[in-house]
């Protein structure tokens, strides 16, 4: 147990449609990064926030849109979904915000758009 | 596109030999960090070695960086049913981004 949290597990959904995902970081950690991970792309980076702040951004597209919470949970908004939006969303969170911080990573939200 | 990219895509070895993955990147870079993923799970974070090491090791993990030729290996040793995951490579780029490879799917049959 990596001690981030993700909910939820499971997500299904329809074409068109929206829904947010949601990370809690562990305790202590300032950074909270998502990824996408699908058969075709592998593991894609979308975004890291720091204690509140967008610092990089990756190949997020702009259907897409996160936040970082003054708890410094996290939540990854999917709007418009498409058929190829489905995969695997991972949350990471770090100590702090250098690419040298270790990321620990959660369980995953798995996303079927039907 | 993924910066890293793990050689080869797929391995198959017997419990007890060693395995070997390799990873090739093509920018600089300030650190290289391997992680493992179990099926359908999180990735776990395995080492880490900075742009001026060579070499490191973890218990039965040793990580190479070669920053000339642009690659880094891992080799774990002793090889166990446990260690059937995907392993990838991560690559530190400036300041905070990583960027992971595609991975390399090891299978330890018994």
């Known amino acids: 147990d990596s001690g981030v949290t993700q909910t939820p597990k499971h997500l299904i959904t329809a074409t068109g449609q929206r829904v947010t995902l949601r990370c809690s970081p562990r305790s202590g950690d300032l950074s909270v990064y998502w990824y996408q991970q699908s058969l075709d792309q592998g593991l894609q980076f979308l975004i890291q926030y720091y204690n509140g702040e967008e610092r990089a951004k990756g190949n997020i597209l702009e259907r897409f849109s996160a936040q970082q919470f003054p708890d410094l949970h996290s939540e990854l908004n999917l709007s418009s979904l498409e058929l190829g939006d489905s995969a695997l969303y991972f949350c990471a969170s770090s100590r702090d915000r250098a690419s040298t911080d270790t990321q620990y990573f959660g369980p995953g939200t798995r996303l079927t758009v039907l | 596109s993924q910066q890293g990219e793990e050689d080869p895509q797929a391995l198959s070895i017997q419990e007890g030999e060693n395995a070997t993955m390799n990873c090739s990147y093509k920018t600089s870079i300030n650190n290289l960090q391997w992680y493992r993923q179990n099926s359908g799970r999180g990735l776990v974070h395995l080492i880490l070695?900075?742009?001026?090491?060579r070499e490191k090791h973890s218990g039965r993990l040793r990580v190479t960086l070669d920053t000339s030729k642009k690659s880094s290996s891992l080799l774990i040793t002793a090889s166990r049913a446990a260690d059937t995951a995907s392993y990838f490579c991560?690559?530190?780029?400036?300041?905070?981004?990583?960027?992971f490879g595609q991975g390399t799917r090891l299978t330890i049959n018994p």
């Open positions: 070695i900075r742009s001026n090491e």
């Open positions: 991560a690559t530190g780029q400036g300041a905070q981004k990583l960027v």
